[in-house]
């Protein structure tokens, strides 16, 4: 019998090392023991007498890319037997090679469900938690409180250090602490819910937000129970409104469709969109903070029947922080004039909130935002729709489109037609101005700006049918 001591429940590293070798050496999953410090975590572990040496690493042994990948996540579950069933199947995949592609197999389809539910506690963490500020012999720092399901928190490390850059804060769990000085990262031991601070003065902003937001017409509770469960409503300021938010639904509803757009309503949500804005402008969801000049967030009335997004800002809007202010944003001006819309009654953002660029010489040369980068402000992105809750979105360009569709569409093939978003909203696709700028020949230019015209006048149509 051979027994493996992790030192940490969640080392992926650590087991590698350890079950490469004994596979290698072709060590039946039997015979091997898996444990962490002193802690048996294998069922199989028991009272092994007769401990034999682990076999020295050892080349040659190579495993299909997904195993990493499915490893990575099984390793930070709370199952018992997550190392020795994953040895199992790293055994298994050298007489079959393609068995992590068969989701019958029972072993394969258990690590599968294993891994599922390291992601879905990776994606509450990030979802539920709730940072609140206290003061310390520096200054502000934010503490939050989690009781995550598996050992994610190690995990998810990178992912708070790149969204809170600026912030000195500290997240608490159970197992163990993260903390977080503006520089580097630190590990502490476990805490309690008693080491975590209460409440603090934002959570007033937080509250009238999500009131604002909150659409008694799409009220699903089962749905919205199963997304956020309430065993993380003790640690969200906001959940305390939610059952009377629920308890009232029906009668809002009916008030909001018979006071749709009122002042009172508008007040509302133009504190709400206030709010909003200002925790954009410490955006870090992705690395481009790093590089511009400041978030360009969206502009226009809260109560707006149109909203036009476009792809990110760019040279001229990164330096004035407002949108479609440089040669893209005056012929879309040009446009909307000629089709008669009045662009001081619209909503214009931008799918990403930070100008993406490449510097040739001293110039900024606009660079494409990736998928990651559109899929980091599509939070910002649902939150101005909740907000403006337009009758039309326009998308300007791919980029857009795929922001408010969540994929990829071929500007071409869905350009003139009504569409309908995620959420149930009308919306429409068409190009982005700039791609008016860079048309040389004159005639086409003028043809095309034409049909972009008529794009807009059928987004306004839209509205009035």
Not at 253 to 273: K, L, Q, V
Not at 409 to 430: H, K, S
Request: aromatic share 8%; glycine share 6%.
């Amino acid at each position: 019998m051979r027994t493996v001591t992790l030192p940490a429940p969640d080392d992926f590293d650590a087991w590698r090392d350890a079950a490469r070798p004994l596979a290698a050496a072709e060590v039946p999953p039997g015979d091997v023991v898996w444990q962490v410090g002193d802690d048996a975590v294998d069922l199989f572990a028991g009272n092994a007498a007769d401990r034999a040496p682990i076999p020295s690493a050892t080349g040659g042994l190579t495993v299909p890319r997904p195993f990493i990948d499915l490893a990575r996540n099984v390793v930070a579950s709370n199952d018992p037997e997550r190392f020795s069933l994953l040895y199992t199947l790293l055994t298994r995949l050298r007489a079959e090679p393609r068995l992590i592609e068969d989701r019958a197999d029972p072993l394969v389809r258990r690590l599968d469900t294993l891994a599922k539910n390291v992601r879905r506690d990776i994606h509450k963490m990030r979802a539920f938690l709730r940072f609140r500020e206290v003061e310390d012999d520096q200054g502000a720092r934010y503490v939050a409180w989690f009781e995550p399901e598996h050992h994610i928190v190690r995990a998810n490390a990178s992912f708070f250090v790149n969204r809170f850059a600026s912030m000195r804060w500290s997240i608490l769990t159970p197992e163990l602490s993260l903390h977080w000085d503006g520089q580097s990262l630190s590990e502490g031991p476990g805490a309690t819910r008693a080491d975590a601070p209460d409440g603090d003065p934002t959570e007033a902003v937080w509250k009238t937000y999500y009131a604002s937001i909150f659409n008694p017409a799409r009220v699903k509770i089962g749905a919205m129970l199963k997304e956020m469960p309430r065993k993380y409503w003790k640690n969200m300021p906001e959940t305390a409104l939610v059952p009377q938010l629920i308890a009232t639904a029906q009668a809002r509803e009916s008030s909001m469709i018979e006071t749709a757009r009122a002042a009172d309503t508008g007040s509302n949500s133009a504190a709400a969109w206030a709010a909003l804005r200002e925790e954009a402008l410490s955006c870090t969801r992705c690395h481009l903070y790093k590089h511009a000049t400041q978030t360009v967030f969206g502009e226009g009335p809260v109560d707006a029947q149109l909203m036009f997004v476009g792809e990110q800002p760019g040279d001229q809007e990164d330096l004035a922080g407002h949108p479609f202010v440089g040669p893209a944003g005056q012929v879309f001006n040009r446009a909307l004039a000629t089709a008669d819309i009045d662009r001081s009654r619209v909503y214009v953002t931008n799918a990403v909130k930070h100008f993406k660029y490449e510097l040739r010489g001293k110039r900024r040369i606009h660079a494409k935002p990736g998928a990651g980068e559109i899929e980091a402000c599509r939070w910002w992105i649902e939150q101005e729709q909740m907000l403006v809750r337009p009758e039309i979105s326009v998308a300007l360009g791919a980029t857009a489109a795929r922001s408010l569709f969540g994929r990829v569409l071929a500007i071409g093939r869905e350009r003139g037609q009504a569409l309908t978003l995620p959420d149930g909203g009308g919306a429409l696709v068409t190009v982005h101005p700039s791609y008016l700028l860079r048309l040389q020949d004159k005639a086409q230019a003028e043809d095309e700006f034409g049909r972009f015209v008529a794009d807009l006048k059928m987004a306004k149509g839209l509205i009035a049918a």
